[in-house]
């Protein structure tokens, strides 16, 4: 068994299917499936069960997953060993953030750490998806309830959401004062793609829940801080967005005995556990874990 056989065996229990494998090998799917079942024939025991919906590997198809990724990881750490060798830190950072947190808070961190280290090649997505990291993508900061098992989460601290609205609109139109009044009033916030938008409200043990209609709905949070400064309704937004407005008393708060979530309570930034970690990726974890830190416990 060769190295080339190895990593076809890898690209196809990563992928989860023949046809995304083969995209990333640049194979026909045909090829792809000629190969792994000349691999099968070869080892003389199978290594990958199929279904109708993903591939899954076998006991032994895994073992040798595990042994491929090792020797993969370990070569990825020689050329990089040697690549650096008398030179500052190089290498690419592929890091997902979220639209608001990223924009709002992350990205004062990011330009600090890009001139730390000019020569690593910083490649930053803005986005909410929530599906597994994908190739380009060494670190994901994602807002949950949960983080997934199949990954390595390191805590960045709290997610307060807020209930809030300008003083102008407090003074013509009044604040909701339960969690029912927000279904009466016109609300501002980041909205779930597919589904009726569900407000989980946190009361010491008790756990109440109340679907919404928001009126202003955007991914962009300095959208919706505008549409909150200008009187449009009720924001339901992290308290990051809108913190300054707070302190000057430009906008004010209610609902406050309550911690409120739409997407999470917390806030992690997630990597892939198999998945060969740079210098500069460590680099990178370690200088966000560093600015997170002093706010961990409080709000993200």
């Given at each position: 068994?060769d190295?080339q056989?190895?990593?076809?065996?890898?690209?196809?229990?990563?992928?989860?299917?023949l046809?995304?494998?083969a995209?990333?090998?640049k194979?026909t799917r045909?090829?792809?499936?000629?190969?792994?079942?000349k691999?099968?024939?070869?080892a003389?025991?199978?290594?990958?069960?199929?279904s109708t919906r993903?591939?899954e590997?076998t006991?032994?198809g895994?073992?040798l997953?595990?042994?491929?990724?090792a020797i993969?990881?370990?070569m990825?750490?020689?050329q990089?060993?040697?690549?650096?060798?008398?030179?500052g830190?190089?290498?690419?950072?592929?890091?997902?953030?979220?639209s608001?947190?990223?924009?709002i808070?992350m990205?004062d961190w990011l330009?600090?750490?890009?001139?730390?280290?000019?020569?690593?090649v910083l490649?930053?997505?803005?986005e909410n998806r929530a599906d597994?990291l994908r190739?380009?993508v060494?670190?994901a900061i994602?807002?949950?309830?949960e983080p997934?098992?199949?990954?390595?989460?390191?805590?960045l601290g709290n997610?307060?959401?807020l209930a809030?609205?300008?003083t102008d609109y407090?003074?013509?139109h009044?604040?909701?004062?339960?969690l029912?009044?927000?279904?009466t009033s016109?609300?501002i916030t980041?909205?779930?793609s597919g589904r009726?938008?569900?407000?989980?409200?946190?009361?010491?043990e008790e756990r109440?829940?109340?679907?919404?209609?928001?009126?202003?709905?955007?991914?962009?949070f300095?959208?919706?801080r505008?549409?909150?400064l200008?009187g449009?309704g009720?924001g339901?937004?992290?308290?990051y967005?809108v913190?300054?407005?707070?302190?000057?008393g430009?906008i004010?708060?209610?609902l406050d005995?309550?911690?409120l979530?739409i997407?999470?309570?917390?806030?992690?930034?997630?990597?892939?556990?198999?998945?060969h970690?740079?210098?500069?990726?460590?680099t990178c974890?370690?200088f966000l874990?560093?600015?997170a830190?002093?706010?961990?416990?409080?709000?993200?």
């Amino acid at each position: 068994m060769d190295s080339q056989s190895l990593t076809l065996l890898m690209e196809i229990i990563d992928s989860g299917n023949l046809s995304q494998a083969a995209r990333k090998l640049k194979m026909t799917r045909a090829n792809v499936s000629y190969h792994l079942a000349k691999l099968e024939k070869d080892a003389g025991v199978q290594l990958v069960q199929r279904s109708t919906r993903r591939m899954e590997p076998t006991e032994i198809g895994l073992r040798l997953y595990e042994h491929g990724r090792a020797i993969h990881n370990e070569m990825q750490a020689a050329q990089e060993a040697i690549t650096n060798l008398g030179e500052g830190l190089r290498g690419r950072v592929g890091i997902s953030v979220p639209s608001g947190y990223g924009q709002i808070v992350m990205s004062d961190w990011l330009i600090e750490f890009k001139r730390s280290y000019p020569g690593i090649v910083l490649d930053v997505l803005f986005e909410n998806r929530a599906d597994n990291l994908r190739d380009e993508v060494d670190i994901a900061i994602r807002v949950m309830q949960e983080p997934p098992l199949s990954m390595v989460a390191r805590s960045l601290g709290n997610v307060r959401y807020l209930a809030c609205a300008s003083t102008d609109y407090a003074s013509r139109h009044g604040l909701p004062r339960t969690l029912y009044d927000l279904r009466t009033s016109p609300l501002i916030t980041a909205g779930v793609s597919g589904r009726q938008l569900r407000l989980t409200a946190y009361q010491g043990e008790e756990r109440q829940e109340v679907s919404l209609e928001p009126t202003m709905i955007s991914e962009h949070f300095p959208f919706l801080r505008q549409g909150i400064l200008a009187g449009l309704g009720v924001g339901l937004v992290p308290d990051y967005v809108v913190q300054d407005k707070l302190d000057s008393g430009e906008i004010l708060t209610t609902l406050d005995e309550y911690r409120l979530s739409i997407f999470g309570t917390h806030m992690y930034l997630l990597y892939l556990p198999n998945r060969h970690r740079t210098r500069a990726v460590r680099t990178c974890i370690d200088f966000l874990m560093g600015k997170a830190r002093p706010n961990e416990g409080l709000s993200a």
